[in-house]
T-cell receptor, first 115, second 112 residues
Framework: DGGITQSPKYLFRKEGQNVTLSCEQNLNHDAMYWYRQDPGQGLRLIYYSQIVNDFQKGDIAEGYSVSREKKESFPLTVTSAQKNPTAFYLC??????????????FGPGTRLTVL | AQSVTQPDIHITVSEGASLELRCNYSYGATPYLFWYVQSPGQGLQLLLKYFSGDTLVQGIKGFEAEFKRSQSSFNLRKPSVHWSDAAEYFCAVVGGSYIPTFGRGTSLIVHP
């Protein structure tokens, strides 16, 4: 089955540690996105990538980093510089880079908790 | 810049009752509009989308939405709610930037 997988489902981190969240898609989509979700705040865009080896900052990129070395993979690193990283993180992909009519497909999410 | 407002944080309905979730957008031209649903601890699933043409859009699970340009709205409706519809609902707008902007979501509670 085609889709987006995110791992792990739950992640615990000590303060001062960097952690990497995995996102893989087998939909052959060009564009991939990372969102952060906090209660009552909807989805906020962290980073997005429209093509391999290229990515753009979203609205809340500070304290996060990404890479896009392969079309199917878009890992997100939450660095120690992110002051409040506890949240639910969602990865998404869409077929056409920059296609405004395109639909986003979402992974199941990773819940990160900083201890 | 585009924006979207979902005025209701929570909506409570009885099973079998009708439902309307509100969504208002701000964008200078005709945007592309989406409704997504999220079950607890899960990702988002597309319910329906509007790009052009007929302003009444049919989606999955018996949902529909109507685009009203004069009111800058794209409200989601369902004639008879089932207990399994309890979830978080998000409206999203795509304008010239081609990146969706999501509303804050409306939590639907269904009473038996």
């Amino acid at each position: 089955d085609g889709g987006i997988t995110q791992s792990p489902k739950y992640l615990f981190r000590k303060e001062g540690q960097n952690v990497t969240l995995s996102c893989e898609q087998n939909l052959n989509h060009d564009a991939m996105y990372w969102y952060r979700q906090d209660p009552g705040q909807g989805l906020r865009l962290i980073y997005y990538s429209q093509i391999v080896n290229d990515f753009q900052k979203g609205d809340i990129a500070e304290g996060y980093s990404v890479s896009r070395e392969k079309k199917e993979s878009f890992p997100l690193t939450v660095t120690s510089a992110q002051k409040n990283p506890t949240a639910f993180y969602l990865c998404a992909s869409s077929m056409v880079a920059g296609g405004s009519t395109d639909t986003q497909y979402f992974g199941p999410g990773t819940r990160l908790t900083v201890l | 810049a585009q924006s979207v407002t979902q005025p209701d944080i929570h909506i409570t309905v009885s099973e079998g009752a009708s439902l309307e979730l509100r969504c208002n957008y701000s964008y200078g031209a005709t945007p592309y509009l989406f409704w997504y649903v999220q079950s607890p601890g899960q990702g988002l699933q597309l319910l329906l989308k509007y790009f052009s043409g007929d302003t009444l859009v049919q989606g999955i699970k018996g949902f529909e939405a109507e685009f009203k340009r004069s009111q800058s709205s794209f409200n989601l409706r369902k004639p008879s709610v089932h207990w399994s519809d309890a979830a978080e609902y998000f409206c999203a707008v795509v304008g010239g930037s081609y990146i969706p902007t999501f509303g804050r979501g409306t939590s639907l509670i269904v009473h038996p």
